[in-house]
């Protein structure tokens, strides 16, 4: 996967498009009944959307880049 794709984290998209179509009077049904992933990653990936375990990789990095100024910063570490 090209470093530059977005991604997000799978059950978001999963979540939010189950709410939407609730709210519309739907009653979705994911797998039915077994482990969901497969039918959640199909989903995604007719959305368009590449699933990552992982989420949003920007998220992430500043996550790891915050950590780092903390770990520096209180434990003068590098």
């Excluded at 049904?29 to 482990?35: A, F, R």
């Excluded at 039918?39 to 992430?60: D, F, S």
């Amino acid at each position: 996967m090209d470093e530059d794709t977005e991604t997000y984290n799978p059950w978001s998209v999963v979540n939010l498009v189950f709410n939407h179509l609730a709210e519309q009077g739907l009653h979705p049904v994911l797998g039915g009944g077994g482990d969901p992933s497969a039918a959640a990653r199909q989903l995604l990936e007719a959305l368009g959307i590449e699933p990552a375990a992982e989420g949003n990789r920007q998220l992430m990095r500043d996550v790891r880049s915050h950590l780092e100024t903390l770990r520096t910063t209180v434990l003068g570490e590098r």
